[in-house]
């Protein structure tokens, strides 16, 4: 299970390029907003023209969660909305807390529900490479972390694309945006010293010297532990 | 001082409520009721049932600032100038006078550069700034922020924060970001439109240890 890219998108004046290859795992790609992380995850999932070649092998079912939920809602009901996945409404309405609720409108949902909604859905219908483009916005530090385990326990090839800087998943691989241009940082430990928009606790603990394993806080925390002995 | 009684209006149930800090951050899950109340204090939404006064006056009668999660969904000007001094040509204020708030404005939030830019050509934590400046530049009484860093990369939500912290006027801002919640001076932790805690963020963190509503900076202190 592998994709490959090496591809250019333009969008109006704005261009970006990327050559990498991710397997299975889950792989984080950051960057400041504007740097092309949307256009490039639209342009993964097969939804905005490029140049250049992106390659799939053992991939059969591609999906992706859009930054803003409204942008991805189809139906007006919520159970309406699930089947539109093929998704069972019931059970997944119940998980996250909102069988009385099937009968809403999705738009009347707060926002960080309805993208709370969207993510359970991409997750239950588990594609073979799931894209997720700034999944951790407007979600509460609960739903966060639910979300990171989720994704954690995934099989396929998992690409986040996210500038979030509180609550992220332990990751098998950092790239980040750069000029333009995606720039594979490698496995986490190597990467995070050179991972520009590292999230504070990252930025601290390796400030007082720690050298964290991965991008999680308790990673942050545990080797803070370490070093202090 | 912002004053609640007898609150009833969509999920908030809310008996009593007295916040007097000049920086109050509301905290809590999604759907607790967080950007509700903000629009009841900022007056977009008028309560169901009960009061708010904010200095014994209701919120419509207060010049309100008001910044929204998307900042660019409710920019009315191409231009960042035009923008800024909206609010105060909607209330007539003089030219000169407009627009020297604007330039003082611009320049406690560091972004005079910004002056003669068209929003279109702004990245999204520019716009954010921009906006944070819309909703100053008019000396509102009460300046009403509903997550307006959830969407900003770090460097950009770091320069958002800090014009927050050190303006002076009185604020009210909802947050996902603990860090940035343990710098308010009273907080207001929501669950399914009730008060749970209400106090200093040393005093609403605390016993919160192993939730993730405690600021990661906390965490990693000696």
């Known amino acids: ?229 | 001082m912002i004053r609640i009684k007898g609150l009833r209006h969509g999920v908030l149930d809310i008996p009593l409520l007295e916040l007097s800090g000049s920086l109050v951050a509301v905290i809590g899950r999604n759907g607790a009721g967080k950007t509700t109340l903000l629009k009841l204090i900022a007056g977009l939404e008028e309560p169901e049932q009960g009061s708010i006064l904010i200095d014994g006056r209701p919120p419509r009668e207060l010049r309100v600032g008001w910044m929204g999660e998307h900042p660019d969904r409710t920019m009315l000007f191409s231009r960042v100038w035009d923008e800024i001094s909206s609010s105060l040509r909607f209330t007539r204020v003089p030219v000169a006078e407009a627009n020297e708030r604007v330039m003082v404005t611009l320049e406690s939030l560091q972004i005079t550069h910004l002056r003669d830019r068209s929003i279109s050509s702004l990245s999204g934590g520019e716009k954010a700034l921009v906006a944070l400046a819309a909703a100053m530049a008019g000396s509102p009484d009460i300046l009403v922020l509903d997550e307006p860093d959830s969407h900003l990369d770090a460097p950009s939500a770091m320069l958002l924060q800090e014009a927050v912290l050190n303006s002076s006027c009185q604020r009210l801002l909802c947050t996902q970001d603990m860090d940035l919640a343990s710098a308010a001076e009273e907080l207001l932790l929501l669950a399914d439109g009730k008060v749970i805690s209400q106090g200093s963020p040393e005093k609403v963190f605390q016993g919160r240890e192993e939730s993730c509503f405690y600021p990661s900076m906390w965490r990693l202190r000696p």
């Open chain 1, 1 to 229: 299970m592998r994709l490959q890219a090496d591809m250019l998108v333009r969008r109006d004046e704005f261009q970006v390029r990327c050559q990498a290859e991710f397997g299975r795992g889950l792989h984080l790609v950051s960057g400041p907003v504007g740097s092309g992380k949307s256009s490039l995850a639209l342009a993964m999932a097969g939804l905005l023209a490029h140049e250049g070649e992106l390659l799939t092998e053992g991939i059969n079912e591609t999906l992706i969660s859009f930054q803003f939920p409204e942008h991805q809602v189809t139906a007006s009901r919520l159970d309406d909305e699930l089947r539109s996945w093929s998704l069972e409404a019931d059970e997944l309405l119940s998980s996250l807390g909102l069988l009385e609720r099937r009968g809403d409108d999705p738009l009347r949902l707060s926002r960080g529900t309805l993208k709370a909604l969207n993510l359970a859905c991409v997750i239950e219908r588990n594609p073979d490479l799931l894209i997720l483009d700034e999944p951790f916005s407007s979600l509460d530090c609960v739903a966060k972390e639910s979300l990171c385990r989720k994704l954690e326990t995934r099989r396929g090839i998992t690409i986040i694309f996210s500038h979030e800087r509180g609550i992220l998943p332990k990751v098998d691989s950092l790239s980040q945006m750069r000029g333009g241009e995606l720039e594979s940082l490698g496995s986490p430990q190597d990467a995070i010293p050179r991972w520009e928009g590292a999230p504070p606790y990252l930025r601290e603990a390796l400030r007082q010297g720690a050298e964290p394993e991965n991008v999680r806080l308790e990673d942050a925390m545990e080797a803070l532990c370490r070093m202090r002995g």
